[in-house]
């Protein structure tokens, strides 16, 4: 088992699955052994394998970009449990439905560990992001060096908005557990942002945007 973080209350496991390297969560909690599963990419098989001693209880999905819902009926199929979209993202699921609807501020409850659902988007409208005490599953809202990317200006400005005037009211050693790639902490991208914020911007910026970086997608 791929154990990520660990201590008496909790057990992370992080599992990189599909073409585009996906990281889907795995949170247990380790008085009761329920289970909560981050994501739902394609090699759900990957996913589930590493779950399987574990009591999956419920499925989040961070937001409903392709690479982040591919493997939902091979989940859905193995796991006779709800999932959770946001309802700004249903429409990207569909056939399927979700089996509740994720909000800002909610509360999910897995075993004695309780998750607080934090609607931030901007990446896609539906997006959110899931904190358990100083671990926050962001989904594709924040990355070491930057947020998702962005289809539009305005996309643009409201993912900041909500990286900035929602993430970044969290404590700096905040663990930030992203949808692809590396780790990272509200202090590191507090201090990446500063960079961003102290430079000039173009009125059409969108994209991929990284803080002390820009790839520009006019």
Known sequence: ?????????????????????????????????????????????????????????????????????????????????PFGLHSSDADRLLPHVPDFNLKDADTIQVGELSLKLMHTPGHTPGGVCLLLGKHLFSGDTLFPGGPGKTPTPEALKQVLMSITGTLFGLPDDTHVYPGHGADTTIGAAKAEYEVFAARQHPADLCGDVLWCVVLCCV
């Open 1 to 81: 088992m791929t154990v990520h973080f660990e201590d008496d209350a909790v057990r992370i496991h992080k599992t990189v699955a599909s073409p585009y390297d996906n990281n889907a969560y795995i949170i247990v909690c380790k008085v009761t052994n329920k289970a909560l599963i981050v994501d739902t990419p394609r090699d759900a098989g990957v996913v589930l394998g590493e779950a399987q001693h574990t009591d999956v209880v419920s499925v989040v999905i961070t937001h409903g970009h392709r690479d982040h819902i591919e493997g939902y009926a091979d989940f859905k199929a193995e796991l006779r449990v």
